[in-house]
């Protein structure tokens, strides 16, 4: 005689349970559930990937930017930095013409030696500009010939002495040569000063853009929850009045 042995009832877990008896308090099945569940993550992706990629772009832009204000103060610092030298340079001759005392002539021999490497940096920083560029270059010779007018009153003052050294001085050349100096050096100040005012103003409209793109964000996430809401307690209702 065959017996058949009984099967056990398979128990759900406890946290399957509760999900079930959740969705049946919503009156919705499992499967609807899960459909809907998904189509209202959606929406939410969407946004989130938006959000990401403003940000991101906003933030790229707000980087070069900054760079680019940063690029221009290196330009002002080497600017000054070359016109000191020189100035120091000036004042050092000065004193050798004076006193005959070679320790004078350490800044004339530190700008010379300097020199090359100064214009080298500021070309490089200013060849995204042929303006500037053109500018560096006229430059670069005045700061030459002043140079070379400095060492030949030094010579000068080694051979014939201070009388001829100083009436050399009091000829002006070397004043002239100053003077031109100093408005090439401002003329190239002045442009970097105002590029530099543009790239700040640049740099806060998009740090302002920035901030308007999280705000938006936040904005589209919060209506976006609300309606989601809105639609699935509708959807709840109106299947709760079918099955009744």
Request: with cysteine; hydrophobic share 45%; charged share 25%.
């Amino acid at each position: 005689m065959n017996t058949t042995l009984p099967i056990p009832a398979v128990r759900r877990p406890d946290g399957l349970r509760r999900w079930w008896a959740r969705c049946r308090r919503w009156g919705l099945p499992p499967k609807r559930v899960v459909t809907w569940s998904v189509i209202s993550a959606v929406p939410m992706a969407l946004i989130i990937a938006l959000g990401a990629y403003l940000s991101y772009h906003g933030h790229s832009l707000l980087v070069e930017s900054r760079r680019q204000v940063d690029h221009t103060h290196q330009v002002l610092a080497a600017l000054h930095k070359l016109f000191i030298s020189l100035e120091d340079a000036e004042t050092g001759q000065r004193g050798f013409i004076i006193t005959g005392d070679d320790s004078y002539l350490a800044p004339y021999s530190a700008a010379v030696e300097e020199m090359p490497a100064s214009f080298a940096t500021l070309r490089h920083l200013l060849d995204d500009s042929p303006a500037q560029a053109t500018r560096l270059t006229t430059l670069e010779g005045l700061i030459r010939d002043k140079l070379d007018e400095l060492g030949a009153v030094i010579v000068l003052r080694r051979t014939r002495g201070f009388q001829s050294a100083s009436h050399s001085i009091v000829e002006g050349r070397g004043k002239l040569l100053m003077d031109e100096v100093r408005r090439e050096t401002a003329e190239i100040g002045r442009a970097a000063d105002a590029l530099l005012v543009e790239r700040q103003n640049i740099s806060h409209r998009r740090e302002r853009e920035l901030l308007r793109i999280g705000v938006l964000v936040a904005a589209l996430s919060i209506f976006t929850r609300i309606a989601l809401a809105v639609v699935l307690s509708r959807l709840r209702r109106a299947t709760t009045a079918t099955a009744r």
